[in-house]
Structures are given as structure tokens and as C-alpha cells.
């Protein structure tokens, strides 16, 4: 059946089986590869994506499920935020391999879209869900906090 | 944006996320045309070259043979200077290191590079990206290659103007002659590539004091695009008419399909074909596709609801028998028996016999998979009896060999480009899923994306080995060690390509035989292991567990001496001087490298011992609850000391409140990416000594998914860490590994300062991932 999906501002319309994940719409349907695949369950975050503005794992969202949403991708997020995060990650060279980093800038976005200035606690809890296993943590934290210094 | 890579016409530009974002940011046209003039130089392989692998891997090793002509540079008219970057890009910004080695050699300007991903082809000498190679043993040849370029190009110019070269200088891409005329690398590159490359002899690389980029901190070159969503890694290959494949593995190794019914998998929308795979031969799994059954779909998704409906009755195999549980018991008791000596310094058996004190401790490492973040895959497409990969890997030339010998067709058909990898960790150099994406795509008709599903990485693996030690040590009335035995059971990585069923020399001269303890008396010994899971290389390999056994050790014959464990551990080292393992009876391969130019020299393994205490604040007094513990090894040639603090609750959760790390990487190209190298490298090992644990039931992995294969995540990493980095002039060593080896037994020393807990067995934590306090206090 036919979906209609609101991402990054344009409307894209496609064609998957019913409770096609989100994940696999964007990626092999849409071709955008930014959004990552880590384990499909849930646990590692580098799937993750914004729907109205709240981060999920697009990995168990049934792409029928959002379609009157607005999603924003990695490819699509340029806010003020996501900008002074993306400044931060550059200037502490934040990413090693980068696989899981789309996820990991897309969760401290929205971290920083309703806490200007987290806690440790504040970040552990809203970053727990991306897995880095190149262990990039110390650097996010430094980062996450950098940025928060700028919005 | 694969489109252009889908044409067969070699040299074609890079993957566009191989280039660097200033370049596009100058709004430099991302395409690389222009490069008329491929010049070629010769290999220059003064450094010994790498044979880390060599007796644990069936890959012809090509990297001891001159290579030939090399093609690493070209300039363009207009200035632009091309870099092929041979290695593999996993985290290490090996792409960033590359360049800068080679730029500042030839002396051009940063902004003007470019970057094209090299292809596995033994013409660009050893591509295998493991080992942390990439700068010890290619250091002079990249900066040779850059400086026979320069050279050329400057007599280039000096033949243009009908002068002598003497008369010449170079600087940042300019020619400039004594009289003060100029001319760009732009100008005289075609003619420069007429002339013969400088024999290496007649070439002078610069003195260190002229290093523009090396020893600098050079912006990555992935990392503008990895913010953004767009470096595209192996799993994001697409070509066109590209259908997508998982593949339901045998549970067990060399299980096979009995019986199948696809009749519930064809139906799932979207499933397009179910093809069995073909079986692995032989007894040895080597590089070999692993068989099962493959589904084909229109998206992964599809696949992956294929294979879930896929009906297989399978035939477990021979190693059905395997369970990890009673294989643990297994190995401790080997470990109780004397097994092959490796290393015989003295008579430990008569010193321990008059020792004022004696101790013996057993260990214990689970198996572990490596887990990049980016699971294997790999895409092919055929084109009559011609194949082009594309996939993640960290050996291209061992993914073209192996995929040309399983599929039947010669070398020269086949092409593999590399992409970026999201994480290696030394799953990907084993190419088998290469070789499952050929054969898949070649029986399809049509260029096939095959994935591993997580699922897929934690059960199918090429596992960490399982690892049983026992170590006994001897003091006198002084607190003096007078003898140490070292024994270690393990199941070889040689299992995986041959039949192996002890420890070889090179993966005992990971944290045993090359052991730096000024003891009298010394023994290592190995015993007997086989192997029924595919077993290879991780991060640091055997190092995980050999270090843990004998610097956690060190710490307990401290205690059992009431002697500071860092002074004592200082004391073991013993007098500066440099180690020549062979007078022990040690065969010692030293990483590949020449132990003149690279000694075992234990000032430099003392120096990084007292910088992280003194970084720890070593002696200073804690909170309750909290301890620091501290561990120093020597591994790819460079010498990591790490000091822990640990704080652990009344509930035995534990937190990181800080952690040390000194390393002497003798001449470090890269210093930040050293300092997050260490910093990687350290919670690998944590991760794994806290949580890890792979363990199978009748030959199958227990583990399935993040869930249950733990790994460490945000909350649980520490708030503090620092590295320092000393400052050498010795040839570099290893970073992406040795940050490794020291992690686990500093954790596990830390942990008994904190609770009096000796912990001896990985993965530490026990139920809930707490510490079991009911024994707090035992030693
Ligand atoms: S892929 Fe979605 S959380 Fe891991
Ligand atoms: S940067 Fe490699 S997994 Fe996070």
C-alpha cells in the first residue's frame, strides 16, 4: 500500500509491505543511508531519527505508523542545535569510525531541544541507548556539554 | 551515487566520502578528472615489512616481495595532488594519517589534496589492515613515496630550465630555481612522470625538525561527512537492480541443511528467491562462506521476514558437542598439567621450592566477538566471469583471493573496493562474507547486497579464543620474586585454517612469552586446546587475556609481599635494559618487526608505568569505596601503562570516576587520534573485561543480540580520562591495540583495592552487572 511520509520536509511517497520497519524504508527504499542499522531490536540507537521531534529507534516503527508525522533524519537535521552539536563533534574529533554517530547526534539533539543545560545524569540518561562500540563516550559527553554552551 | 563506481574502468575516483571536506567547502568539484598523469613509483619498503599474521593466517604474505610499481601520487595540472590511500578506514583515520605521511614528504599544500580509496591489489604492497600497521610499518615507505615524488618533480622543473637540481628547492607544491623563477608540481607533472624513479638511496627524507604535518593535528578527513549522514560504509552500497540477502547460518560450524522448506519464505512480500548456499570445504573454516541457506529479497527487511519463515531441519555436525561451560573446566584442568615449555629461564620448580612464600592463581577469559558497529556486508555484482565487490573490509587483497578461489575465476577478475568500515576490530579482515555476496550474486543473476543482521555477528562469529591460565610465583623473605610459571590453554586462531590444537609463538608472544619480569627463574607453557567455533583475531588478541593473567598477577604476588603494587611492579621490570627473549629459548616475532630497530626496552616500559601513577595521583588516599589499580604492557611495539579508579556502591555497581593512560608510540604522527585511540582501546577492554562473555550450548551461541551480548554503554563510561603521550624519537609503534592489553587487569587491581575482592575470572560482573559483594573481602 501506498504511504505518504512527511522526512526532512518533503513528501515521499512509497510502497513497502505493511509493518515495514521505518529504518529499511529510508534506507532501501529511499536511499538514505545516513540513518543506520545496529541490531534491529531496539538497543543500540544508531537507527535513530526524529518524529515530531521526539528521537525513536526507526529500527521497530512501523513506517505506516508515522505517516502523518514529520520525521528528520540525519541527513535532513540542521537546526540551531544539531549545528552547534555537529560544531562541538568537529572541533573535539568526537567520531572514530562514525557508524553509530548519526544516532548518537540525533539523541544529544534532541537532549539539547528540551534541556539546555544537562546534568552527567541528564546525559547518561538521554545517550545510554546509542551504543559506541568504538567507546566515543568520554569525547560525546565533553561535546554534548560544548554545545550546550552555544544554544 | 554508486553509479559511477558500477564502471569497470579502473582508476575511477574514490567513493566521494573519501575526500576531504575542505576541499568541498572551496566548492572543489568532488569528481576527480584530471589526473592524466598516474605516476608511478616504485615501493619503498625500508621498514621491515608486516608479518604479524604470518603464522596465523593462510594470506600469502606479499608485503616481504618488492611490490613493484606503486601508485600513491598523482598530480594534476591545475595542482590538485591525488593520494590512493591502500589501507582501510575503520575509526583509526588511517585516510588522515596516510596523508599527512605522504604530504609532507612531497610538500604540498593540505587543501589541495585528494583522496581516492585504493582497491585490493598487491601492486599497493600490503593493504591488510590489522596488526596496528599502518604507521609502524609503513612509516618510511609513505614518506619515501612522497619524497621520490618531490624529487622528481623538482628535477622536472631543473631540466626545464637546463639547470642543476642543487640549484632547485621545493616548497608546498612550488619550484622555485636560485635566480627566483618558479614553477608549480602542476606545471612540470607530466614530465616528472617520464623520468625514472630516484633509487631509494639517492632520496633524503626530511629531518624531523621540517615535519609540516607529521606530529600535527590534521582535521579527519571522514568526519564532515560522518556528522552529516553521508560517508558511505559497506552496508550502504547500492547499485543499481541491486536485490538485498540475509543468510540463515548453520547454527552450528559445519552444520548443514538437512531439509528445507521454503514454502512460508517465498510468500513474505517481497522475497524474490531462496537459495541454499554452497557448504564450506575441507576441515578448516578458513575464509570459507559458512553455508545455510540464503534469502533474497527486495529490501533487507523482506530478507530478514524470509528467513524468519524459512522451515530448516539442519544437520549439526561435528561440533554439536561443544559446550562452553564444561570446555571451561576443560581447559583449567590442562592449565592444572604441565604443558609444551615456551620459555625456561632457570629452575622454577627448585625456586619455588625454597621460595619463603609461594602463590598460584587461575584465570579465566570467556570468548568474545568483536562487534563493530557496522555488521559484515558486502555486495557483488557479475558481469560474465568478472565480479566487483564492494565492502568493508580491513584485507581487500584477501577478500579478491578468496572470492577468485571459491568462485573459480582469476585474481584479475575480481575487483574489491573498499569502503568505509563502521568499525573493524579484526572481524573484518576475514572476508567469508565477501565470498557469501559473490556466490549469492553470481547463482542470483544480479547484483546482491548480502547483510549480516547482528543477530548473524554475535552467533556466527570468528570469536576471541576461550582462555584457561594458571600462574604460580615464588618470593623470598625480602618480598623478591624468585619464580614465576605461566601457564596458558587456549584454542589457536590457527584452528580457523588448519588443524591446531595448541597456542602457536606468535600468539604466546602476546602478553607471555615476552614476558619483562628481572625474575631468576621463569617458565611459560602452553597446553592443548581445540577449537569448535570459528576463532580470530580481536583487538590486541591474545594480549587480552595473557595480560590480564600476569599484570593481575603481579598485583597479587604485591600483595602477598605488602609491597605498593606499583613499586613492586617497577622492582619486577628490573634494571633498564633491552630484552633478548631467545637466550630463554623464546621463539619472539616482535610484531613483524626487527627487535634492533624495534628493542623490548624496559626504561621505556618503567617510564609509562611511573607517568600514569603520577597522573593517577598514584599513593594518594581515596574515598571509601573507591581503588586504584594500575597495569603496563608493551604490544605492537608501543608501551601502554593504564591507571584505574574505580568507585563501587554497597551494591556493587561499579563507576569510573577516572582513568590514566601514559604511552610511549615512539614517533606519533597523529596525537589526538592517538589520545582517542587510547581512549577506544581502554573501554574495549573494560567493555569486554566488565560484560563480555560468548558462550555456547551443543555447539550454538547462546548470546543473540545487544541485549544479551553486552557491551559497554554511556552511563557506565568514565567521566575522566586522560592520556599523555611521551615524547620519542624512536620509530613509531602500534596505537590502535595497545590501549587494549593493560584495561582489564588494571580494572580488576582496582577492584581489589576498592573491595579486597580478587576477581580472576572474565567477564568480572556477575547477575544484574554488579559485582557479587557477598565476597567482598576475600582475597
Ligand atoms: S538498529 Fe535500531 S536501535 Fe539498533
Ligand atoms: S564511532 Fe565507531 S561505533 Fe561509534
Known sequence: MAITLKINGNTKTVTAPEGTPLLWVLRDHLGMTGTKFGCGVAQCGA????????????????????????????????????????????????????????????????????????????????????????????????????????? | MFMHLAKPLAPQPNLKTLQISNLSRRGFIRGTTGFTLGLSLVACTQNKPETLAQDASPIPDNSNVDVGPLVLISIAADGRTQITNPRSEMGQQVITTVAQMIADELDVPWDDLVIKQAVGDKKYGDQNTDGSTSVRNHFTRFRMAGASMRQMLTQAAANQWDVDISECSSELGVITHSSGKTLTYGDVAEAAGKLDVPAEDDVTLKPRSEWRYIGKDKPSYTISDVIRGKGTFGIDVKVPDMLYAVIAHPPTLFGKVKSLDDTAALAVPGVTQVIKMKEPEGEAPSFQQLGGVAVIGTDTWAAIQGREALEIDW?????????????????????????????????????????????????????????????PAATARWDGDTVECWACTQN???????????????????????????????????????????????????????????????????????????????????????????????????????PAVQGSDFELSLGATDNPWDVPNMAVEVGKAKSHIRIGWLRSVANVYHVFANQSFAAELAHAAEIDQKDFLIDLIGPDRQIDFSKDGVTYPNYGASIEEHPVDTKRLKAVLNKAAAMAKWGRDVPKGHGLGIAVHRSFLSYVATAIEVAVDSDGNITFPGIWCAVDAGTVVSPDNTKSQMEGGTLFGISNALYGEITATNGVVDQVNFPDWRVMRMAESPHVFETHIMESDAPPGGVGEPGTPPAAPALANAIFAATGQRLRSMPLLGQNDRLDMSKVGEG
Request: charged share 20%; glycine share 8%.
Open chain 2, 396 to 498: 581487500p587483497q584477501a577478500a579478491r583471493s578468496t572470492v577468485a578461489q571459491i568462485c573459480g575465476v582469476p585474481e584479475e577478475n575480481v575487483t574489491v573496493h573498499v569502503t568505509l568500515l563502521g568499525g573493524g576490530f579484526g572481524r573484518k579482515s576475514k572476508p567469508d562474507y565477501v565470498v557469501e555476496a559473490a556466490l549469492i550474486a553470481r547463482e542470483v543473476g544480479k547484483p546482491v547486497k548480502v547483510t549480516w543482521t547482528r543477530e548473524d555477528d554475535v552467533q556466527h562469529g570468528y570469536f576471541h579464543a576461550v582462555s584457561a591460565q594458571h600462574m604460580q610465583g615464588g618470593l623470598d623473605a625480602y618480598g623478591n620474586v624468585t619464580a614465576v610459571l605461566h601457564r596458558t590453554v587456549f584454542p589457536s586462531i590457527n584452528s580457523t585454517f588448519g
Open chain 2, 315 to 375: 544437520d549439526a555436525g561435528p561440533n554439536a558437542s561443544y559446550n562452553s561451560k564444561a570446555y571451561a573446566k576443560e581447559l583449567a584442568a590442562t592449565a592444572r598439567k604441565t604443558g609444551e615449555n615456551k620459555l625456561k629461564r632457570g629452575d622454577v620448580a627448585a625456586a619455588l621450592k625454597s621460595s619463603a612464600k609461594t602463590i598460584s592463581a587461575d584465570y579465566y577469559a570467556a570468548h568474545l566477538s568483536q562487534s563493530p558497529m557496522e555488521p
Open chain 1, 47 to 151: 537507527c535513530t531519527v526524529h518524529v515530531d521531534g521526539t528521537p525513536i529507534r526507526s529500527c521497530i516503527t512501523a513506517h505506516e505508523d508515522v505517516e502523518d508525522t514529520e520525521i528528520v533524519t540525519i541527513e535532513g537535521a540542521n537546526g540551531k542545535v544539531t549545528e552547534a552539536i555537529r560544531s562541538a563533534w568537529e572541533e573535539l574529533a568526537v567520531p572514530q569510525c562514525g557508524y553509530c554517530q548519526a544516532g548518537q547526534i540525533m539523541s544529544a539533539t534532541a537532549l539539547l531541544e528540551t534541556n539546555k543545560n544537562p546534568t552527567d545524569e541528564d546525559i547518561d540518561a538521554a545517550m545510554t541507548g546509542n551504543i559506541c562500540r568504538c567507546a566515543t563516550y568520554v569525547r560525546i559527553r565533553k561535546a554534548i556539554k560544548e554545545a550546550a554552551k552555544t544554544v
